[in-house]
């Protein structure tokens, strides 16, 4: 097979292009701090987890699982059945997981869902009104949150004051506070002790890094 | 040399080029439009069997550009095989990942989306030159 002068181009820009992209691909992979290295300092851990953040598990396990999550955002919704299914998975084990509100602008709806969350915490029902967000993330409309708060059983005239309460709207502004302190910059971000997890969203992405925090 | 498939390779070069740079920095994708790329790339189809899917994206866009710089009325016999099985290939893995983004991560990354166009244009380019001619593959 000859080659043609134009097939030999050709040829050359292509070879060139891939040399380009690896090397570029190279040098970028080599200045990346590794993923594992990124720890919140002593000084900001109080932020991570306060006194009345939604919280499953104990107190005192010996790995907490923090997401600063916005109910409208899309990789939230990803995330959220492969958290339900960790959840379900160290339910006997020493791990804590605990929700934090990071509502995002641009998200239209995104400031009421977290307050609605909280609001329906006041009943103690927020994860069954957590899960019930994220799985119908896509109608967050107003009406939709009092859809919601009946169909998991909430008192329905308390959760609406509860809405409009200062305190939820204050819980929130702290939630957003705790996560800029702690370089949050979008969601969801998850830290896992004092590791802000960077990996993928899947059980045993997730799994390895609570494994090895419980065998510390 | 085919002129058509010669762009397709290089735009799909530039696409994945960028993904794989993007991966490898690990660093969001800045998406065209919508917030799908972030949930592609942290999802656990963003690797194949420990390869990030963005590098079987240049290996084949690149396979693609080397046929189509190789392309004449001579080598039509040879190539039209290797063509229809990167092509057929190409569009299979697209519409598979297109399904994935669809049914099971519910977001759509623009970049994917742009790629697998890309792979639509090479078949229906690689079915006109076959058409045209008797194959006999």
Partial sequence: MTLTSDAKFIIGVLVVTIIVIGGGAYITSKKTTPTTSKTVPESLMQNLVREDSPTIGKKDAKVTVVEFGDFQCPACGTLHPVLKEVKKKYADASVRFVFRQFPLPQHENALLAAKASLAAQKQEKFWEYHDALFEHQTNLKADDFITYAKSIGLDVEKFTQDLKASTVADAVQRDRADGNALGVRSTPTLFINDIQYTGKYSVADLSAVIEAELAK | ?137
């Fill in chain 2, 1 to 137: 040399m085919h002129k058509g498939l010669v762009i397709v390779s290089f735009l799909g070069l530039l696409i994945s080029g960028y993904l794989t740079i993007t991966y490898a920095s690990n660093t969001p994708i800045a998406c065209i439009s919508g917030e799908g790329c972030l949930v592609a790339q942290l999802s656990p189809y963003s690797s194949f069997m420990g390869i990030q899917t963005p590098i079987y994206g240049l290996i084949y866009y690149f396979a693609l550009g080397i046929i189509a710089a190789l392309w004449s009325e001579d080598t039509r016999q040879k190539l039209q095989l290797p063509l229809a099985i990167l092509t057929g290939a190409g569009l299979s893995v697209s519409i598979l990942l297109s399904s994935i983004e669809a049914f099971v991560l519910h977001a759509w990354c623009s970049w994917c989306v742009a790629s697998a166009l890309l792979t639509i244009v090479a078949f229906i380019m690689f079915w006109k030159v076959s058409s045209k001619h008797d194959t006999h593959i």
